[in-house]
């Protein structure tokens, strides 16, 4: 079995469309499946190279809020659904968000992808 090493330094979570994501620059529809403070991952319908920056924008269906961020493709991987339907799998790893403002998007980013309701 060949060996797996975890990349990640942050943990994701899925957004179950709590959240989209889009390119800034023209690019194939992306499809948000998870997220975390260092990075994301999208499923798309054609690859994204690797090592590429791009600039996202981010968003809450329904909600007045956005933000933009630049990320780094880390792998793009091909894969099938259910019906043998090939996509792309493709994570990305978020660059200059070391500064307050942005980490304060990344929360809120956070916290619209995973809300928490109390009764």
């Not at 529809?29 to 054609?46: E, H, K, N, Y």
């Not at 990320?71 to 659904?81: E, F, G, I, L, V």
Request: a positive charge; aromatic letters at 10%; glycine letters at 10%.
């Amino acid at each position: 079995m060949a060996d797996y090493t975890e990349r990640r330094q942050t943990v994701r979570i899925g957004v179950a469309g709590a959240l989209i994501v889009e390119t800034v620059a023209p690019g194939p529809p992306l499809q948000l499946t998870d997220i975390g403070m260092g990075g994301f991952c999208v499923r798309s319908a054609a690859p994204i190279k690797v090592g590429e920056i791009q600039v996202f924008r981010f968003g809450a269906p329904g909600r007045a809020w956005a933000a933009v961020f630049r990320a780094r493709s880390a792998y793009c991987k091909p894969t099938m659904d259910d019906r043998q339907t090939p996509y792309f799998l493709t994570g990305f790893s978020f660059v200059g968000v070391t500064s307050p403002v942005a980490q304060d998007q990344l929360m809120k980013m956070m916290d619209l992808a995973n809300p928490v309701t109390f009764s």
